[in-house]
């Protein structure tokens, strides 16, 4: 899977909007970006994923720039129960020794203040 | 709700104690994993299965064993516990290895071995 990039911390207030960034310069046609968040002392939770166009989903919206580049994960009004670690995941076709694993890097780890 | 449920959350064992971790899925899921979270080094699989009695090494499989006699059910097991196995263990499921699948992660075992 292509490499992403992602700041190493963020901090918003609560009920403002967060926008967190991934840049993945590599990513290929087939790549899907996914988003996946992980409280304090818990296993990791699935946010969102696109290929090419913006989604919506009840926790998060992602927008994708249009050369598929970058992308960007929007929590549209922060609450304390955000704040956690937030990764930007590419992920191909499983194939060979990749079997639909899931990659995480470093992440992005978010802090709300009340 | 979907879920993936783990036997343990914290488990404190010995060296040289053979340790089995459980996990259990009510999703019907083919495709589950089984992951160690540690600091610095991100999620790195296991073992993974794509189906019952069916097993393929990750990238760490050394000191590890797995079975998959139902469906709903992963087990992780450490033959012989060391202190470098002390870590995170998270097990995830999903319906098929494709890149548009979201896996759904277990709340995660931390593991000390003493």
């Known amino acids: 899977d292509a490499k992403t990039t992602q700041p190493n911390s963020m901090e918003s207030n609560e009920e403002e909007p967060v926008h967190l960034p991934c840049n993945h310069s590599?990513?290929?046609?087939?790549?899907?970006i996914h988003w996946y968040r992980q409280l304090p002392s818990q296993g990791p939770e699935y946010v969102i994923h696109?290929?090419?166009s913006n989604v919506n989903n009840r926790m998060a919206s992602l927008a994708i720039a249009e050369d598929r580049k970058s992308s960007t994960l929007i929590l549209h009004r922060a609450t304390l129960r955000d704040a956690a670690v937030y990764y930007c995941?590419?992920?191909?076709?499983?194939?060979?020794?990749?079997?639909?694993?899931?990659?995480f890097g470093q992440g992005t780890i978010l802090t709300v203040h009340p | 709700d979907v879920k993936v449920t783990q036997s343990s959350r914290y488990l404190v064992k010995r060296t040289g104690e053979k340790v089995f971790l459980e996990c259990v899925q009510d999703?019907?899921?083919?495709?589950m994993f089984w992951y160690r979270q540690d600091p610095g080094l991100g999620l790195r699989l296991i073992y993974f299965?794509?189906?019952?009695?069916?097993?393929e090494k990750g990238d760490i499989p050394e000191g590890y064993s797995v079975s998959r006699e139902k469906k709903e059910r992963f087990s992780l097991i450490l033959e012989s516990a060391s202190t470098n196995q002390t870590s995170m263990y998270l097990c995830?499921?999903?319906?098929?290895?494709?890149?548009?699948?979201?896996?759904?992660f277990g709340p995660g075992t931390r593991l000390t071995v003493l």
């Open positions: 995830a499921s999903t319906p098929s290895p494709g890149p548009y699948n979201e896996q759904f």
């Open positions: 590599t990513i290929s046609g087939t790549d899907y």
């Open positions: 696109g290929l090419t």
């Open positions: 995941i590419l992920r191909g076709q499983a194939g060979g020794t990749s079997y639909g694993k899931l990659t």
């Open positions: 999703m019907d899921h083919e495709n």
């Open positions: 299965s794509y189906d019952v009695k069916m097993k």
